[in-house]
C-alpha cells in the first residue's frame, strides 16, 4: 500500500486561483520532505525541501512567495500554489523518506494541476 | 554539465531483448544510487538500488563503477510491461536525503 498520500489527483481551475496540495506520510515520520515538478517530457526537478517546524529550503529560481511550503508536523506538508498562472500547470510530486540517507524516497501519486 | 545524465532514448526494442541504459554522476561525493520507474504521466517507482558490487533482483540487474562514476540497468528478455521511462537517481552527501534525477531514458517494448 501506499505510504506517502498526495492529494489532490487533479485540480482544473482559473487563472489566479490558490491551489494546496497535501503531501502526507502513512507509515513513518518525516521531517522532511520533498517537492519537485514535471513538465511534459522532462525530468523531475526538485523546488523545494520542505522542513518539519522550520522554513522550506528553495531551490535555485524557485519562488519562495509563489510556491509557499508548510510543514505543520511531522506526517504533512503542504504546497500551495499562491495566484496560479497557465505558466505554473504541471505535474508536482512529493517524496518522503524515513530518514536515512542512503534510503530511498516514496512519492507521492503527484498532482496534475492545469490552469485554464 | 548535468549532475546526473543519461540517454533519453527512446530505445525501441523487440519484446525478448536484452537491453542496457547508463547513467554518469558528476559528484563524487555521491552515496547512494537507485533505479526508478516512471510510467507516462505517473509518479515514479522505486525499481531497484544499486550497491558496488552489484545486484540482480529477477531480470533487473544493476552495476555501479565509482571510478569511472556510472551506473547501469540491464533489462533481460524484455516485456512489454517494460515499457517505461527509467530514471536514474542519485543521493549525495550534505543533501539530507535530496534525490538527483537523471533526465531518464525511455523504453519502449515491442512485439
Known amino acids: 500500500g501506499a505510504v506517502v498520500s498526495q492529494h489532490p489527483s487533479w485540480v482544473i481551475c482559473k487563472s489566479g486561483t490558490s491551489v494546496k496540495i497535501e503531501c502526507r506520510s502513512l507509515?513513518?515520520?518525516?521531517?522532511?520532505m520533498f517537492w519537485y515538478r514535471q513538465f511534459p517530457k522532462q525530468s523531475l526537478m526538485l523546488m523545494a525541501t520542505s522542513n518539519e517546524g522550520s522554513k522550506a529550503t528553495y531551490e535555485q529560481g524557485v519562488e519562495k512567495d509563489k510556491f509557499l511550503i508548510n510543514h505543520a508536523s511531522l506526517t504533512l506538508s503542504t504546497l500551495t500554489v499562491t495566484s496560479a498562472h497557465p505558466e505554473d500547470s504541471s505535474f508536482y510530486i512529493c517524496?518522503?523518506?524515513?530518514?536515512?540517507?542512503?534510503?530511498?524516497?516514496?512519492f507521492g501519486d503527484g498532482t496534475r494541476l492545469s490552469i485554464l | 554539465r548535468k549532475e546526473v545524465e543519461q540517454d533519453p532514448g527512446p530505445f525501441n526494442v523487440p519484446e525478448g531483448a536484452t537491453v542496457a541504459f547508463n547513467c554518469t554522476y558528476s559528484n563524487s561525493a555521491s552515496q547512494s544510487f537507485f533505479w526508478y520507474r516512471q510510467d507516462c504521466r505517473k509518479e515514479p517507482k522505486l525499481l531497484m538500488s544499486v550497491y558496488s558490487s552489484g545486484n540482480e533482483d529477477g531480470r533487473f540487474t544493476a552495476q555501479l563503477n565509482r571510478a569511472s562514476q556510472y551506473i547501469s540497468l540491464l533489462i533481460r528478455d524484455s516485456k512489454l510491461s517494460d515499457s517505461a521511462t527509467y530514471l536514474c537517481?542519485?543521493?549525495?552527501?550534505?543533501?539530507?536525503?535530496?534525490?538527483?534525477f537523471g533526465t531518464g531514458t525511455q523504453l519502449k517494448v515491442e512485439l
Open positions: 537517481v542519485v543521493i549525495s552527501t550534505g543533501g539530507g536525503n535530496k534525490l538527483t
Open positions: 517524496s518522503a523518506g524515513p530518514g536515512r540517507s542512503d534510503q530511498p524516497q516514496h
Open positions: 507509515d513513518f515520520q518525516a521531517t522532511t
